[in-house]
T-cell receptor, first 115, second 115 residues
Framework: DAGVTQSPTHLIKTRGQHVTLRCSPISGHKSVSWYQQVLGQGPQFIFQYYEKEERGRGNFPDRFSARQFPNYSSELNVNALLLGDSALYLC??????????????FGPGTRLTVL | AQSVTQLGSHVSVSEGALVLLRCNYSSSVPPYLFWYVQYPNQGLQLLLKYTSAATLVKGINGFEAEFKKSETSFHLTKPSAHMSDAAEYFCAVKRGFDSYDKVIFGPGTSLSVIP
């Protein structure tokens, strides 16, 4: 079975541009979470979506937005890119709503570089 | 608020030696705890998880961790290090009841294995 997939693998943008990152969860998984991992740090939670609704949001500015589609895939959008947005963006899926003991299955990430 | 600390941003061990990676957490409610491993340019892979069953948890690749409530610790160990264990290790905490809460990751510990 395919794991969590993310596209693109790498992306280079300039300051002020907009970027869209995509994630496809494991088949049958209904929850998708997004994390930002800056070089040398642990992942930081950005969003969680379950059944197309936002269930949780981390401490990120409104430039960050996301959505989940009927097939449970998800997009993360970042507007007005800053140099500090350069990071590995990880998507994770869980079978249910992500509550309790559900573990998260991570994709390989999208490496975003902002110049 | 939940938080995770990992003592030692970098740990070096000789091949065949004991691996000990430290994790301490703070949580107002009984937590679920996880250890993830990340190889260069890859996503996170779950090593093991504590979900309030046995306090000694066995994971993949010979790793295990012991949940000690009195010490609020969840240290990761492996009796004999292999070269292939060189990677970044992240401890993570999640509130331990039905919740859509996010997973909080520690800053990570980079493990080097010396031949």
């Amino acid at each position: 079975d395919a794991g969590v997939t993310q596209s693109p693998t790498h992306l280079i943008k300039t300051r002020g541009q907009h970027v869209t990152l995509r994630c496809s969860p494991i088949s049958g998984h209904k929850s998708v979470s997004w994390y930002q991992q800056v070089l040398g740090q642990g992942p930081q939670f950005i969003f969680q979506y379950y059944e197309k609704e936002e269930r949780g949001r981390g401490n990120f500015p409104d430039r960050f937005s996301a959505r989940q589609f009927p097939n449970y895939s998800s997009e993360l959008n970042v507007n007005a890119l800053l140099l500090g947005d350069s990071a590995l963006y990880l998507c994770a899926s869980t079978p249910g709503g992500g509550w309790g003991r559900d573990e998260q299955f991570f994709g390989p990430g999208t490496r975003l570089t902002v110049l | 608020a939940q938080s995770v600390t990992q003592l030692g941003s970098h740990v070096s061990v000789s091949e065949g030696a004991l691996v000990l990676l430290r994790c301490n957490y703070s949580s107002s409610v009984p937590p679920y705890l996880f250890w993830y491993v990340q190889y260069p340019n890859q996503g996170l892979q779950l090593l093991l998880k504590y979900t309030s069953a046995a306090t000694l948890v066995k994971g993949i690749n010979g790793f295990e961790a012991e949940f000690k409530k009195s010490e609020t610790s969840f240290h990761l160990t492996k009796p004999s290090a292999h070269m292939s264990d060189a990677a970044e290790y992240f401890c993570a905490v999640k509130r331990g009841f039905d919740s859509y809460d996010k997973v909080i990751f520690g800053p990570g510990t980079s493990l080097s294995v010396i031949p």
